[in-house]
């Protein structure tokens, strides 16, 4: 997991134009390595499901790229300007070398249509020169990767449960057998055991298969097990980044502090569930200075009036980046 597979560097996506727009997601900068699991998480709110729908130009209108690149690193060949694509190289390049797994994906299946229809659409739009039994075949392997009986294909969605559903939506997001899988919340809809049964299966096909993921969600508890790097997004921008094992023990941003102590602990002594007080910013009048610093119980000084800027802790943390004045040498302002 050391290659690079998605470089995202400096993003800003605004929605509206002029003088009217909202930033969104702010100067951004991220790395996914080939195979690993990359957690994104924060409130509702934060700019996760922008970031995903911009990497992968997906954004509806109003949704613009103002500024950044988004650099797609395939196992042989030179490196991918995603931004650069045109319509037709964007729509091969989509299912083929990234995915995406909508929010709300339990849902995203056409009504209408049997589960085959839908499977055999996506493998004959870009594998047109497939003949039909083994577009068939294949669709019938798809299912049997997630766990389901290969009897249900000619099932309609309302006849699955949506555990099910959601298996298939992953299934298609594996068709073509992309090199990064983007998943915008997947399991949100789901009860926590089949949100286990869900993560557990992605994980062994992540095993198989090699492909990276990209899992949004707000439920950090979900991404401390789940994934191998955790990224904490607040008010457009990335706040912490860091090993998932690291990040659990000792946070090191207090936004980041306040998410862990919104969920119980398995084990140890009982501790009130503190939460975060206050909203997440108006992201039309954004506060100076650092974004949390009106929510913050640690605030001091610069807080109030400069940004900090994401990078290396001034104390020893290795490997891990925060953009906080707690962790950051005054003197380097």
């Not at 196992?75 to 694509?85: K, R, S």
């Not at 996506?122 to 019938?140: F, G, T």
């Not at 940004?307 to 040498?329: I, K, T, Y």
Request: hydrophobic residues 40%; aromatic residues 6%; proline residues 8%.
């Amino acid at each position: 997991m050391t290659q690079t597979v998605l470089e995202i560097t400096g993003l800003n996506v605004d929605y509206g134009v002029g003088d009217q727009a909202v930033r969104a997601v702010r100067d951004v900068d991220l790395t996914l390595r080939r195979g690993e699991v990359l957690g994104l998480a924060g409130e509702s709110g934060s700019g996760k499901s922008t970031l995903a729908y911009g990497i992968t130009r997906l954004l509806p209108p109003p949704g613009v790229i103002r500024s950044g690149s988004v650099r797609y690193h395939p196992v042989d060949g030179d490196p991918v300007d995603v931004m650069a694509l045109t319509p037709a190289e964007l729509r091969r390049f989509r299912w083929a070398e990234t995915s995406i797994v909508f929010q709300g994906a339990m849902n995203s299946l056409n009504p209408v249509h049997r589960i085959s229809t839908q499977l055999l659409d996506v493998i004959k739009a870009h594998e047109p020169d497939m003949s039909a039994p083994a577009r068939l075949a294949r669709a019938r392997e798809l299912l049997k990767l997630v766990g389901i009986s290969a009897d249900r294909m000619d099932s309609y969605p309302h006849q699955l449960s949506g555990g099910m559903r959601q298996r298939v939506m992953i299934g298609m997001a594996l068709a073509l057998e992309p090199q990064i899988v983007i998943m915008d919340e997947p399991t949100t809809a789901l009860d926590v055991v089949m949100q286990r049964q869900i993560l557990g299966q992605l994980a062994e096909l992540r095993e198989r298969l090699g492909f990276a993921v990209l899992f949004i969600t707000h439920d950090l508890s979900l991404l401390v097990e789940f994934s191998d790097r955790i990224a904490i997004m607040y008010g457009g921008r990335i706040v912490e980044e860091a090993p998932a094992a690291q990040l659990y023990r000792a946070a090191l941003h207090p936004y980041t502090e306040g998410l862990l102590h919104s969920f119980p602990a398995l084990r140890g002594p009982r501790r009130a569930l503190t939460g975060i007080p206050g909203s997440p910013p108006d992201l039309r009048a954004m506060p100076p200075g650092c974004a949390f610093h009106p929510r913050c119980p640690r605030a001091f000084t610069p807080c109030d009036n400069e940004l900090p800027v994401l990078g290396a802790p001034a104390d020893d943390h290795p490997g891990r980046s925060v953009a906080c004045w707690l962790h950051r040498s005054l003197e380097s302002r």
